[in-house]
């Protein structure tokens, strides 16, 4: 199975400011087939079921703000949230495709505001 | 609107059988693959179970092999999940997922708690 590891594991930052949240695969999750990283990200909050945000690694998904992106390839990938909102307080997950059986997800890394 | 819709989810006593349900509307639930994701309380996702179009394709993560099924009817369109020999370990909020690469539509889920 691919490992998928998130840094960190909670977070803080200031209204405005910017967080980013990296993630880590065992083994690299782009194809070749289509030159694309088979990995997503997901917002989770409280009480409520995820949220896709970002798909192919960087692709926002349909109505997601611009203030989210996120880029990386290989084993290596970071979501970025530019000037934080307080909507934005989440859990957020990434998790690869590449091998689909299993689809894993790393941990979460908790968002909140400082 | 899509909307997904899980219900089934109860206290059980390890050993025992639940089915679940998914609610599938706002799409032609026959046209796309279909997923269930769980989350033990507080924890992350786990990916458990997807079908194909016409349900002829259904793949398992190893620890529910054999005690879970996944199934699908697209006349009603629903999903389903039968699992037996539950473990204390299967204590869960269990999602169905339109998808089966990435997720965009997701149920509110239904809470599963595996107890003596």
């Known amino acids: 199975d691919i490992v998928m590891t998130q840094s960190p594991d909670s977070l803080a930052v200031s209204l405005g400011e910017r967080a980013t949240i990296n993630c880590k695969s065992s083994?690299?999750?782009?194809?070749?087939?289509?030159?694309?990283?088979?990995l997503a990200w997901y917002q989770q909050k409280p009480g409520q079921p995820p949220k896709r945000l970002i798909y192919?690694?960087?692709t926002r998904a349909s109505g997601v703000p611009d203030r989210f992106s996120a880029s990386g390839s290989g084993t290596d990938f970071t979501l970025t949230i530019s000037n934080l909102q307080a909507e934005d307080v989440a859990v957020y997950y990434c998790?690869?495709?590449?091998?689909?059986?299993?689809?894993?997800f790393g941990q979460g890394t908790r968002l909140e505001i400082k | 609107e899509v909307q997904l819709v899980e219900s089934g989810g109860d206290l059980v006593q390890p050993g025992g059988s639940l089915r679940l349900s998914c609610a599938a509307s706002?799409?032609?639930?026959?046209?796309?693959?279909m997923t269930w994701i769980r989350q033990a309380p507080g924890k992350g996702l786990e990916w458990v179970a997807k079908?194909?179009?016409?349900?002829?394709?259904?793949y398992y993560v190893d620890s529910v092999k054999g005690r879970f099924t996944i199934s699908r009817d697209n006349a009603e369109n629903f999903l389903y999940l039968q699992m037996k020999s539950l473990r204390v370990e299967d204590s869960a909020v269990y999602y169905c997922?339109?998808?089966?690469?990435?997720?965009?539509?997701w149920g509110q889920g239904t809470l599963v708690t595996v107890s003596s």
């Open positions: 997922a339109k998808g089966h690469w990435t997720f965009d539509y």
């Open positions: 706002g799409f032609s639930s026959s046209s796309t693959w």
């Open positions: 079908i194909n179009q016409d349900g002829s394709e259904k």
């Open positions: 083994q690299s999750v782009f194809h070749s087939s289509n030159n694309q990283d088979f």
């Open positions: 192919w690694a960087a």
């Open positions: 998790q690869q495709y590449y091998s689909p059986l299993p689809i894993t």
